[in-house]
Nanobody
Framework: QVQLVESGGGLVQPGGSLRLSCAVSGFDFVHGVIGWFRQAPGTEREGVSCFIIRDGSTYYSDSVKGRFTISRDKNTVYLQMNSLKPEDAAVYYC????????????????????WGQGTQVTVSS
């Protein structure tokens, strides 16, 4: 059974940085996708970034491109978030899936079946 545990959220001022971590277990990291998503109050969950394990390709939403970086070290996946804006505030979730659907639509939340519990990111002065 895949388990994902996020950490690293907190309060940061606009323009600041945070690094989120996602500890993954029960996932073979041979194929599939690992993604980061976020959900602000009253909004739908949206894809932020992901990487395709097989070829290491990465994807970012337009709203975070150039500011966020996804990376992996063994069984931990990171999301480095720089130049944070108030609109980046949300609960951030990591997710994993091995399906072809997730590979084809890696920023689509409905493609994923395994989710972490989320970590809160607040951006405020």
């Amino acid at each position: 059974q895949v388990q994902l545990v996020e950490s690293g959220g907190g309060l940061v001022q606009p323009g600041g940085s945070l690094r989120l971590s996602c500890a993954v277990s029960g996932f073979d990291f041979v194929h599939g996708v690992i993604g980061w998503f976020r959900q602000a109050p009253g909004t739908e969950r949206e894809g932020v970034s992901c990487f395709i394990i097989r070829d290491g390709s990465t994807y970012y939403s337009d709203s975070v491109k150039g500011r966020f970086t996804i990376s992996r070290d063994k069984n931990t996946v990171y999301l480095q978030m720089n130049s944070l804006k108030p609109e980046d505030a949300a609960v951030y979730y990591c997710a994993a899936d091995r399906s072809v659907m997730a590979t084809m639509y890696p920023l689509e939340p409905s493609s994923y079946h395994s989710w972490g519990q989320g970590t809160q990111v607040t951006v405020s002065s």
